[in-house]
């Protein structure tokens, strides 16, 4: 048996699961000032009458980090930055302890300028007097050689209980990125490790001797004991929750989209051929652009309780939120009422939203029934719009090479698995308006808990090598080696499926779980003057996301 | 990070094509650039937006080429996406979604002339060229500036708008006497119909920031004060960086950053450039930051050395002496017209043009009809080593009944017996007949 857990801002959701079966399922109102204890509790009520010894997996997903970096409840970080040559590092700047420091590196990886120990040193004491206890050290290029990040995280490592550096983050290329990365990596380590630990020693209360796993917003997995190193991969994965809780249900032969509609908001996806498509540069958050692989999922500001008014006779529908339902005792219509008023949905004061329906009707000079169905129409339209806005961004999405233009692989969707509150009764309406089929599946309501409890561990490794200088460089796992100058490219892709494994499994992934691809290969003659001189060889491989063997099994 | 101007960027590095695996024009030549594009987050500044190229048409290429013996046969995909790149920062620009854009595609195209038997200077179809036309054809502009920057003369450019008044064409480039492909004289001022709308500035090898940037206030700047162009085009060559390895200039990043930012052209198209480590990463980010109207003040190439790469005193006076010469042409446009033109009907010139990419040469007898109402209709007898000879004619954008008329007369006497092909491109019907032998 598998247990998902997904701690949202609104509620706390468990779920068990026995094979393909959801055979325990809990959802309650989070306690913001108790978090650690609604935890407890949902735990515990969830799995009250099991035997702790027949659970083998406990995954959490949680949006704690999120909030904190939303609301900008962050401790203060130093930055230092190494960025040599090109645009002005003040447009990177993030927060009061940023320092610009001299140095560089260029796009191969040759060091072109040193840096200078006596600044370090200087700085070090600044941001110890300024009260900083964690830093985060980036450098142009540093995942072409990260030797001058080493080297000034070694010279302030006694200094301060956390530095982070820029290479270990990731290996794609994006300086101002991966400074956002690094920094945020620095500010939630320390808060969601605390978290992750008291949710560990709440399953171990409970007899749940295991070590916890944690949903990252690629929709992968990875042990708790690696996230502190990783932390920020953890952010954001909400969304991936719900889209990996949809996954069970997705055609293996078409494109479908996600749709996960809330009070507020649609968040939505993109599934082909049952695998969700991943965000090509690193999600942003709270305004940060960072290089965290992620799920692509777009949010539009339609759900069950948008605000529903006339704005010169034209109907509107959010992106506020002005409250509850009128049904339930809110102060303005939704379409929650609308659907409450057709009798779609059950629940609420059914005689209040008709009423909130006539008012609108009145100024719009048609019926109750009438006025309903248009808001429902609208709502569905507005969340088509959405999907159709999505695909066209993927379907723009720039490409670098003649055989990807000329492929011109267009995502086309013909199918919806639509989950989260009014997924019922919106299925129809949205049905007939795509035209596409539409699957609303069991226990949607807990997507999220399900989610998280059956996505695989995933990962990512970028290799770059370069046969003249004879070296390779995986930034992220700290791999520098040399390489034979006659190495080809299909040794390159070896090294880095080997890498991709060894790292999967020290993030806790399971021999059976390790679907590996290959994401990008690129090889290049390097020519100088009119002579080959070597090979430039790109590699990236992942572990897709995807759903653990332990599950597909049972379900098929 | 905020642009003030919003600017289109085509990013398209072609990573699947190459003249061949040591050709200087080859797949790794835009990797560098992409590295530190992608490293410096250029893509992630609010106000740039990232635009997919496509797939130029057929009949975009038609309305400015003679490609023989056809389109299928002389232009690759990857010619029609350079160009179709083109076209897409033009469409984002007259939307109104951009106030300026950069094309960064190869392969190049400002050695392709009017007719196509093949590749010049690594250059197959002219990716400005069909641009221009297309913001003709799509969006009615008229009058359109384009400042080649390139190292080498422009010659194809040249070509195709030598009779043309509301294009004006401006390169500046190393002399003639000492590059490929030898041309781009002061004296090269245009055809008789369209006299002193082609502006030529050889400039003496070892040029540096200094020369250019008194060229474009000397020269470049005030001819298109006075031509008011609707847009200006930017053919934004690399290739006169102190670090090129096939010329002998000494421009720098931030030489080509500031003369974009006081050119200000709306659209910039990548040219050549075969520095492809030392200079192509910095110098386009340097064009992309001028655009955007961003600091560029710390794009510096690694061994940037001011000192070092700074003109001669024997060069800053033969620049002088070239801009002097050109403004004195330019007072003289008139008279020179009369003696060109000497009251004749038609204006003929004949001349070999090198395939150099291909190796062989072509023979070519231009006609031009002098004409008041309009550009005058144009033909071209032209016959290559590579064995098919072509009749080429011309009929101008708003070109007048009478010129018409005899380009027409003249398509339909022409003998299949004699020529491969005849082909007519009528810019006024918007259309291209063929008749083949
Ligand atoms: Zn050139
Ligand atoms: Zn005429």
Redesign the interface.
Known sequence: MILGLDVGGTHTDVVVIDGDQVVGKTKMLTDEDNLIESVCFSILECTGDLDPQDIQRVVVSTTLATNAIVQKRMPPVGIVVVSG????PD??RIGEHYYPVTG?V???G?V?QAIDPQEIDILRTRLKNAGVERVAVVG??STRNPAQEQEIAHLLADAFPTVVMGHSVSGQ?????RIATAYLNAAVAPMSGEFYRAVQTCMERRGLMIQLEILKADGGTMAQERSLQYAVETILSGPAASIMGALPHADPHREEIVLDIGGTTTDMAVLVGGVPLLEP?GISIGGY?TLVRALRTCSIGVGGDSWVRLEKDRLEIGPERKGRAVAYGGPEPTPTDALITLGAATGGHRQRAAEAMRRLGYQLKTGVEETAAMVVEKTCSLIMEGVGRMVDSIN????????E??EGRQISPEGLIIIGGPAEELALPLQSMSGWSVKVPPHHEVANAIGAAIARTTCEVTVVADTEKGYVCVPEEDYVASIDRQASTQEVIDLAFGLLKSKAFRLGADEDDLEMELLEV?E????R????VGK?IRVRTQIKPGLISHYREAAA | ?NASRRTGL????????AIS??HPE???RL??T???V???????IEGLT??????ASPDDVQRVHFCVPDIEHSVT??HL?SAGGCLVVADALMKGEVDCGFALVRPPGHHAMKVVHGSRGFCTINVEAVMVEYLRHQYGVDRIAIVDTDCHHGDGTQDIYWHDPNTLFISLHQDGRTLYPGSGFPEEMGGPNALGTTVNVPLPPGTSAEGFLYVLERIVLPVIEEFEPELIVNSAGQDNHYSD?ITNMNFSAQGYAALTERLQPHIAVLEGGYSI?GAL??VN?GII?ALAG??Y??????D?DPDRIKQSEMVTAAIRQTCDQILELRKSLPAKREKYVKGSQYVERTRKIFYDTDGFFEGQKETVRICQECAGLVSIDSWADSGRRILAVHVPRGGCEVCRATANRWFDNASTRRFDLVCLQDRVAGTYQVKRA
């Open positions: 040559p090109g645009m002005n447009e990177y560089a260029d796009h191969r040759m072109i142009k290029f290329l994006n300086f101002p990125r540069r652009k723009q999405q720039p490409v670098y090479t003649i055989h233009l000329l690129q290049f003659n390097m020519v003057g009119f002579s080959t430039n | 990070m085509v990013f398209f590095p072609a990573f699947d094509w695996p040591d080859r797949e790794e990797l560098y992409q590295d530190q992608f490293e410096e987050g250029i893509m992630d990232e635009l997919k190229p496509r797939l995909e990857s996406i390895p480590e990463p910095y980010v930051l961003m600091d003040s710390r794009v510096r190439e690694p940037y």
